[in-house]
């Protein structure tokens, strides 16, 4: 009997829609191979989701495409173009070491983007090797997975191969490539460089190709770019509230890391803050502290005004009308970003109605943890479970009165004392990937190839509000160090 070996099909069903727009959007780029991929984790529950076979997707020609070294069916390789204000400074960008494959559209019919990250040099990369390193990859790929676990819009990591080559940082280290899936990879800054180097035009079609893939609910009437304005302003307040009611900071808001279909995107230096305090940065790079937590909420609307500029002469024939019609549409960005903060802030203190002080009574909780260097996850995840008597600061005057007042307010709704209970537990994380944690995380896999601790780590992070045991032991705080937490862009 002769054994006839069945091939799995491996179930990449890719468009490429994106390499429909204008060609100035894009180069078209051939694979730059890898001698020796080697698959080190894959998200095997978002795999299934994506219609992909996870038997077939280990298997060697399931590898290679994540290396870069096969194309799936239906690819078309690209890197797109995009420009972007970083710290301030307008600059041509682009995919530097990035390659579009192309859509795969879902069983359930959802058009993402897979985007290889770390694939070699194209015509953007200008002074850069177009690779990645290791750490880094499986850095975006623990904290994609706790944002997602925390109900937080971002791209997502599928799978991330060693690439058997080292690249050079400030050291030499292992190469790697991530498998990155999006609901696209548009950004503030791809409309910059069609406002910047396209016509008019070139620039209406990227705009209706956002408003088609992401924006569907709007239609095509006349004012439909004013409406793209405003939708991606409401989803950006709603995004940037949910980083801080988390206490996520990104680390690099420039407006190329900011996408307009509402996602967090580019996981660099960021890092979630331990100690409440709005002048928290990781970032080694952010010496003015542009990019602080506190100061997320400024930038976006910063980085929504250059979006803004891009689209004026789509919004109004007449220059001073669309300035009008942009600048009004910028300014409701603060209270829209006010509502969601203000919203999920009750929320993370089991408050069901509104009163007007309420505000202050958050306000005035956030003062006392900063004067007392209370840690943000700690001080809401030990108010969820009311055992008040662990942080320090639960022991001083001011927080007792406070306690007081919280209580009393709590009694001023009609939910009972359960429905406040399994609220808060919904709204505040048992858990975040804390940076010692992730730092172990990483050492262990990079430095001795054991994903054991990444992989626990992973799981304890992907559901952040079980409130189980064995997250208790995540909840921890490291050893008080002498230098502070720094996080680096060298990726
Ligand atoms: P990022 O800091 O990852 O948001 O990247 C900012 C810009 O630098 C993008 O245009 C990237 O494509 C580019 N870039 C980052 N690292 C590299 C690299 N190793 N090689 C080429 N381009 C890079
Ligand atoms: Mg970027």
Redesign the pocket.
Same mark, same amino acid.
């Given at each position: 009997m002769t054994e006839t070996k069945v091939k799995i099909d491996t179930g990449w069903n890719l468009d490429n829609s994106y390499a429909r727009l204008p060609k100035k959007f894009f180069t078209r780029q051939s694979l730059d191979p890898i001698r020796e991929p080697r698959l080190v984790i894959l998200n095997n529950k978002l795999a299934v989701s994506l219609g992909l076979n996870v038997q077939a997707l280990q298997s060697n020609d399931g590898v290679s495409v994540f290396a870069g070294n096969q194309l799936p069916d239906g690819a078309l390789p690209l890197?797109q173009a &995009?420009a972007?204000h970083?710290f301030g400074h307008f600059t041509m960008?682009?995919?530097? %070491?990035?390659l579009l494959l192309g859509e795969q559209i879902t069983p359930k019919g959802k058009r993402v983007d897979i985007q290889l990250?770390?694939s070699g %040099?194209?015509p &953007?990369? %200008?002074?850069?090797?177009? %690779?990645?390193s290791l750490g880094p990859m499986l850095r975006e790929y623990i904290i994609s997975e706790a944002m997602k676990g925390l109900g937080i819009p971002t791209t997502e990591s599928l799978a991330v191969v060693e690439t058997g080559e080292t690249?050079v940082r400030e050291t030499e280290q292992p190469g790697a490539i991530l498998t990155r899936v999006a609901a696209s990879h548009i950004r503030v800054g791809t409309f910059e460089y069609a406002a910047q180097w396209g016509t008019v035009k070139e620039l209406q079609a990227l705009a209706d190709y956002v408003l088609q893939r992401h924006y569907i609910g709007i239609g095509v009437d006349e004012d439909r770019y004013l409406l793209l304005l405003k939708e991606v302003i409401k989803r950006q307040a709603e995004l940037i509230a949910k980083w801080q009611l988390v206490g996520f900071i990104h680390g690099?808001m !420039?407006t190329? !890391?900011m996408t307009v279909s509402g996602e967090t995107i580019?996981y660099?230096p960021c890092a979630f803050m331990d100690t409440y305090d709005p002048a928290t940065v990781f970032s080694s790079i952010d010496i003015h502290g542009r990019y602080a937590y506190g100061n997320q909420p400024n930038i976006a609307a910063w980085n929504l005004a250059r979006f803004a500029e891009t689209l004026l002469p789509l919004l109004h024939d007449n220059e001073d009308q669309a300035v009008r019609m942009a600048e009004d549409a910028i300014s409701d960005f603060a209270d829209l970003y006010n509502n969601n903060w203000l919203a999920g802030m009750r929320a993370k203190l089991g408050i069901f109605n509104e009163e007007s002080q309420d505000e202050s009574l958050i306000e005035n909780l956030l003062n006392i943890m900063q004067k007392h260097g209370a840690d943000y996850t700690n001080t809401f995840q030990a108010l969820t479970v009311d055992k008040v008597s662990d942080i320090e600061m639960f022991d001083t005057e001011e927080f007792i009165q406070w306690y007081k007042l919280w209580k009393a307010r709590l009694g001023r709704q009609q939910e009972s004392k359960d429905s406040s209970h399994k609220l808060m537990k919904s709204s505040n994380p048992a858990v975040i990937p804390r940076n010692h944690r992730v730092e172990e995380a990483l050492e262990a896999a990079v430095k001795r190839g054991d994903y054991s601790v990444m992989e626990r780590l992973l799981e304890v992070i992907s559901n952040p509000y079980a409130y189980s045991q064995e997250q208790m032991e995540y909840a921890t705080l490291p050893e008080p160090s002498a230098c502070p937490y720094r996080t680096f862009?060298g990726?």
């Amino acid at each position: 009997m002769t054994e006839t070996k069945v091939k799995i099909d491996t179930g990449w069903n890719l468009d490429n829609s994106y390499a429909r727009l204008p060609k100035k959007f894009f180069t078209r780029q051939s694979l730059d191979p890898i001698r020796e991929p080697r698959l080190v984790i894959l998200n095997n529950k978002l795999a299934v989701s994506l219609g992909l076979n996870v038997q077939a997707l280990q298997s060697n020609d399931g590898v290679s495409v994540f290396a870069g070294n096969q194309l799936p069916d239906g690819a078309l390789p690209l890197a797109q173009a &995009y420009a972007g204000h970083q710290f301030g400074h307008f600059t041509m960008l682009g995919d530097g %070491r990035a390659l579009l494959l192309g859509e795969q559209i879902t069983p359930k019919g959802k058009r993402v983007d897979i985007q290889l990250k770390g694939s070699g %040099r194209t015509p &953007y990369s %200008r002074g850069g090797d177009g %690779r990645a390193s290791l750490g880094p990859m499986l850095r975006e790929y623990i904290i994609s997975e706790a944002m997602k676990g925390l109900g937080i819009p971002t791209t997502e990591s599928l799978a991330v191969v060693e690439t058997g080559e080292t690249v050079v940082r400030e050291t030499e280290q292992p190469g790697a490539i991530l498998t990155r899936v999006a609901a696209s990879h548009i950004r503030v800054g791809t409309f910059e460089y069609a406002a910047q180097w396209g016509t008019v035009k070139e620039l209406q079609a990227l705009a209706d190709y956002v408003l088609q893939r992401h924006y569907i609910g709007i239609g095509v009437d006349e004012d439909r770019y004013l409406l793209l304005l405003k939708e991606v302003i409401k989803r950006q307040a709603e995004l940037i509230a949910k980083w801080q009611l988390v206490g996520f900071i990104h680390g690099v808001m !420039n407006t190329d !890391n900011m996408t307009v279909s509402g996602e967090t995107i580019d996981y660099g230096p960021c890092a979630f803050m331990d100690t409440y305090d709005p002048a928290t940065v990781f970032s080694s790079i952010d010496i003015h502290g542009r990019y602080a937590y506190g100061n997320q909420p400024n930038i976006a609307a910063w980085n929504l005004a250059r979006f803004a500029e891009t689209l004026l002469p789509l919004l109004h024939d007449n220059e001073d009308q669309a300035v009008r019609m942009a600048e009004d549409a910028i300014s409701d960005f603060a209270d829209l970003y006010n509502n969601n903060w203000l919203a999920g802030m009750r929320a993370k203190l089991g408050i069901f109605n509104e009163e007007s002080q309420d505000e202050s009574l958050i306000e005035n909780l956030l003062n006392i943890m900063q004067k007392h260097g209370a840690d943000y996850t700690n001080t809401f995840q030990a108010l969820t479970v009311d055992k008040v008597s662990d942080i320090e600061m639960f022991d001083t005057e001011e927080f007792i009165q406070w306690y007081k007042l919280w209580k009393a307010r709590l009694g001023r709704q009609q939910e009972s004392k359960d429905s406040s209970h399994k609220l808060m537990k919904s709204s505040n994380p048992a858990v975040i990937p804390r940076n010692h944690r992730v730092e172990e995380a990483l050492e262990a896999a990079v430095k001795r190839g054991d994903y054991s601790v990444m992989e626990r780590l992973l799981e304890v992070i992907s559901n952040p509000y079980a409130y189980s045991q064995e997250q208790m032991e995540y909840a921890t705080l490291p050893e008080p160090s002498a230098c502070p937490y720094r996080t680096f862009c060298g990726t």
